[in-house]
């Protein structure tokens, strides 16, 4: 593999530079003498396992019966949604997670994959979407037994019977395990008693749940015979077929939001509904006619978060359609960038494209890597939910890898979608505020991904936890010998870091030389080197600075990891990046072609660097590098910068979004076309010699 130290013979920069000194970059990799990327091979790579899944999804969203509306208002935009959720049936897009004895299809990766690709028509439908079959239904189909998919999926399949999934409460979000609403079994009856005894318990938040909704999968606390079993899941009709609400049920519309206003969110409340036993979902948990409790898994704990994990799709989908999203903003505004043009030398040479900027190539190109990266990661997610789900490798490990990975992966997407839209936006001037070039709204949409399928911080935290857990067991059953070896070790690093050795050895090394930086410490090897030593370090000072927590009470326990919950969410994020950075490497490794394969190096060399560039003050404080080397890192992300430049119109035309997708007019070749005739017009006046003079040309006479 060719690594970021072998530079092209020839410049990124063409020689075309006007007679004002204004700089004209090339354009394209051909103008520049380039090697050039396999478009098509490319789109392939990034669509991933079930591209074909997300070409289909794609074919079927160019109907504009599917886009969303700007300006709409919310009511019509919520019927609109509704009606493209038939529309979804009607193109078997509701099928694809189910089993086939009820119309399903049951193919889950192929399922989210579709999914994801929504985005790109509205986010809102996106989200119903994800609201109706992969939460709604996924809750019966996951949660429940056959009795339930007998009972209800077929209706859930062909949106007869449309559903909200109650588990937010206003109270609590992302703590679940807290939630107030009791479900409470009366054995006289053989009913449960669904009751929210508080304003703070009622559902919130709810897609389907202000108007369209007819039942809902509510989250409440089992209790049968005086004992809390903890959270389990019930089916509860909310409304009759004329839209009202059944006896004991209320709710409130929540009205219009920040953003996916195409979506019926509400609140919920119940007071003393009464549902049969037989709308417990009772695949890990039931409760016998005479109130008796059963569970397969003994530990409350376990059962808890085995019935939590059973939905992580939502995390898994939220991670793709975040990425999408993002890729459809850089797709604008790089394409905007390659036409518009702003300023001259002042010697009245031709305006200068924006993308021609370095500051431009900065602000854009390095989060244009990192979406790459995150598309590569994203499938390798994708992959690990189908084998899960599918039952090939549904085991207690791989289950609690996929929701590791899926609270590591989604935190930095969704991240990453607001900070590179809203950059996007602002390179696209004036121009990217107006509404018809969907980077407002786009962001509006997927602001809320941050917080819900688990807020980003709580998600990351969960990480950190498993880190430190994986951390510990290198110690289990360790004997004295082996516990000593390690602290010296550990001794020595501490003492090598902090005396300065290294940073000296690289200083002395690098000769004040960017290339020599690169090619002794910034090459593939030494990136992943730098990442993954932040990562385990980190973990090693949290886990030395958590040891004493054994030994205290639990509050003061935890006071003590309160204060370090900072440094736990940051190592979390930390291993994120580097899954990404691996991810886009094993990526690399699929490509046959040269040219490609040496571009998209170059690019996962930039991501590399951005990672680095973004943590420089942790690397130098812990002595991981030399100032000279840190130096090295930002002026190295400038030069691939300048190298990729030809190649960017190439890499965002990879993502293989057609006009139908975009539907951004300053991405749609109508500026160019304004550039053409402007440049056209004042080269005829030219010509012509009616051109005014310049106020300046008459003070140099």
């Given amino acids: 593999m060719t690594d970021a130290a072998v530079r092209p013979t020839t410049p990124a920069t063409s020689t075309r530079t006007p007679a004002g000194g204004a700089p004209t970059a090339a354009h394209t990799a051909e103008e520049a003498h380039e090697p050039r990327i396999d478009v098509a091979a490319v789109t392939d790579l990034l669509l991933g396992t079930w591209a074909d899944t997300r070409r289909t999804a794609r074919e079927m969203i160019k109907d504009p019966a599917f886009w969303r509306i700007e300006g709409q208002p919310m009511p019509d935009h919520r019927e609109r949604v509704l009606s493209q959720l038939q ?102 009856t053989e009913e449960f008693v669904i009751h929210t005894p508080f304003r703070g318990a009622w559902k919130d938040y709810l897609g389907n749940a202000a108007l369209h909704g007819k039942a809902a999968t509510v989250f409440a606390h089992l209790i049968t015979g005086g004992v809390d079993y903890g959270v389990h899941c019930f089916f509860v009709p909310l409304r ?30 119940f007071d003393h509904v009464r549902v049969p036993r037989f709308n417990l979902l009772n695949r890990y948990g039931d409760v016998a006619a005479d109130g008796t409790y059963s569970s397969d898994i003994a530990s409350p704990g376990r059962r808890f978060f085995t019935m939590l994990g059973a939905l992580v799709q939502g995390r898994v989908s939220l991670d793709g359609a975040a990425t999408t999203g993002t890729a459809l903003a850089e797709y604008i505004a790089i394409t905007y960038a390659n036409q518009r043009r702003q300023f001259d030398s002042g010697s009245g040479t031709d305006e200068v494209v924006l993308l021609d900027y370095g500051k431009h190539q900065r602000r854009l190109l390095p989060r244009l890597a990192q979406t790459y990266a995150q598309f ?8 690990t939910f189908d084998g899960v789900f599918s039952g090939r490798t549904d085991t207690p490990t791989e289950r609690e890898n996929l929701e590791t990975l899926a609270a590591a992966l989604k935190p930095l997407s969704t991240w990453n979608a607001l900070e590179t839209i809203q950059e996007c936006r602002e390179a696209c001037g004036g121009a990217g505020f107006l509404a018809e070039n969907r980077l407002v709204g786009l962001r509006q949409d997927l602001d809320v991904y941050v917080t819900f399928e688990g807020d980003n911080n709580v998600l990351l935290q969960l990480v950190g936890k498993r880190l430190l857990a994986d951390y510990a067991k290198q110690f289990k059953g360790a004997d004295a010998a082996k516990l000593a070896r390690f602290a010296v070790s550990e001794t020595a690093g501490k003492l090598f870091h902090g005396a300065g050795l290294r940073q000296f050895g690289q200083a002395v090394t690098d000769l004040g030389s960017t290339a020599r930086s690169v090619e002794l410490g910034l090459r593939a090897d030494q990136q992943h080197e730098l990442l993954a030593d932040r990562v385990q370090r980190m973990i090693g000072d949290l886990a030395a600075a958590l040891r004493p927590s054994s030994k205290l009470s639990q509050d003061d326990a935890a006071l003590l990891f309160n204060a370090h919950q900072a440094e736990l969410i940051e190592a979390a994020r930390a291993h994120g990046e580097l ?30 660097m951005y990672l680095i560039e973004k943590h420089l003050a942790w690397y130098l404080i812990n002595g991981r590098l030399s100032t000279q080397r840190a130096a090295s890192v930002s002026r190295y992300i400038d030069r691939l910068c300048v190298r990729l430049r030809p190649h960017a119109q190439d890499l965002v035309d990879a993502f293989g979004f057609e006009p139908e997708h975009v539907r951004a007019p300053i991405a749609s070749g109508a500026e160019l076309a304004r550039q053409d005739e402007a440049r056209a017009h004042y080269a005829a006046l030219a010509d012509s010699g009616e051109a005014p003079a310049t106020e300046k040309s008459l003070k140099k006479k």
């Fill in 87 to 188: 529309l979804l049936v009607d193109n078997d897009g509701s099928r694809r997670a189910f089993p086939e004895e009820y119309g399903g299809l049951n193919d889950n990766g192929a399922n989210l994959a579709g999914f994801m690709e929504l985005v790109l028509a509205d986010p809102s439908l996106q989200i119903k979407s994800g609201v109706q079959w992969g939460l709604f239904g996924s809750a019966i189909y996951q949660l429940g037994t056959t009795q339930h998919h007998e009972a209800w999926l077929r209706d859930v399949i062909d949106l007869t019977l449309p559903g909200a999934f109650a588990m937010t409460e206003t109270g609590h979000g992302s703590d679940v395990a807290a939630i107030g609403t009791t479900a409470t079994y009366d054995p006289d």
């Fill in 240 to 269: 009759d077929d004329e839209g009202n609400f059944l006896p004991g049920v209320g709710g409130e519309d929540d009205g219009v939001k920040g953003g996916l206003n195409g979506i019926d969110n509400g609140r919920l409340h």
């Fill in 376 to 383: 590569f990661a994203n499938d390798e997610l994708l992959r």
């Fill in 579 to 608: 899954l990404q950075w691996e991810a886009f490497t094993d990526g690399l490794e699929k490509i046959t072609d040269d040219g490609t394969r040496q571009v998209l190096t170059w690019l996962r060399d930039l991501f590399g």
